[in-house]
């Protein structure tokens, strides 16, 4: 959202601060470099509070309002969203100034065939190693990576709420836009 096109209150409309957070999404899953690449994951900790780790996006449809994230079975974020599916993916774009905040429900999808053959042979690794996630090791060469398709797991986050927050050199703006309402949005105080 560099500065968007601005209608005579110098606001831009809601349906276009909406579009161009999905775009940013959709080239995340492309785009390497992308800020929208690599979004923070919030979950609820198993022993209270909360977690937040550094994700990779893989997949996003505005049409269907949702986004993807691909994980190893056995990492902790696994066991969090099966206690506690409602989650938050966030996003900061710097040269944008834009914080996008996707409010998310995530239904879990392991070793789906279909969607493992899609995944590089190069990054099949990151889904198998030994030992699983989390897991203490003496030294780095104490894990040995591993693909193993029993142990890929598809986060398919349907999205519940976008919020924006635009950090504009004389005016901040936010907006939030829920499915509830059929992606209206309406601006909120920054």
Known sequence: ???????????APL?????????????????????????????QAMGGGG???????????PSAGRVEIHTDALSAKVCELEAE???????????????????????????DAEAWARVPQAARGAYGGDPPPGRPIAAPEAHAPGAARERFTRLVCTIDEIELLHLGAERHRRAVYRRADGWAGALRAP
């Open 51 to 61: 977690e937040a780790r550094t994700v990779v996006l893989r997949a996003a449809s």
């Open 1 to 11: 959202m560099t500065e968007p096109d601005m209608d005579v209150r110098g606001a």
């Open 15 to 43: 349906e276009t601060l909406l579009r161009d957070a999905w775009q940013r999404l959709c080239r995340g899953v492309t785009d390497r470099r992308a800020p929208a690449r690599h979004p923070v994951l919030a979950t």
């Open 85 to 111: 599916p409602r989650a938050t993916l966030l996003v900061w774009d710097d040269k944008a100034r834009l914080q996008i905040r996707l409010r998310v429900t995530a239904r879990l999808v392991h070793a």
